[in-house]
């Protein structure tokens, strides 16, 4: 079993910026499409940012909603991936969860895909 461990959520207002991180002591780390997730009180499980393995120069992709704002990252030699969120909106309250998928290329967006979570760090925004 992969563990993946959330951190850095919190009570933010409208405007600010939030860093998440999501570290795993996983020897492979390296090899592990990444992605985030968030889900608000009441709604599924939504997307919003995922970075590739290593071997393909770590590709990004994000939800619409987020792009221009949000900035997902990966060291490798950390074992940590971060999600630099900026501009913060009370639409942005929702549990954030980090997920993995050993060993393809492309991280996709379906939750499906994805065999490792982590338990998720909430995210505030007040307005």
């Known amino acids: 079993q992969v563990q993946l461990i959330e951190s850095g959520g919190g009570l933010v207002q409208a405007g600010d910026s939030l860093r998440l991180s999501c570290t795993s002591p996983?020897?492979?780390?390296?090899?592990?499409?990444l992605a985030w997730f968030r889900q608000a009180p009441g709604k599924e499980r939504d997307f919003v940012a995922a970075?590739?393995?290593?071997?393909?120069?770590?590709?990004?992709d994000y939800t619409d909603s987020v792009k221009g704002r949000f900035a997902i990252s990966r060291d490798n030699g950390k074992k940590t991936m971060y999600l630099e969120m900026n501009l913060l909106s009370p639409e942005g309250t929702a549990i954030y969860y980090c997920a993995g998928h050993f060993g393809i290329a492309t991280a996709p967006r379906l939750t499906s895909e994805y065999h490792y979570w982590g338990q998720g760090t909430q995210v505030t925004v007040s307005s």
């Open positions: 970075i590739g393995w290593s071997g393909t120069g770590n590709n990004t």
């Open positions: 996983v020897r492979t780390f390296s090899g592990y499409a």
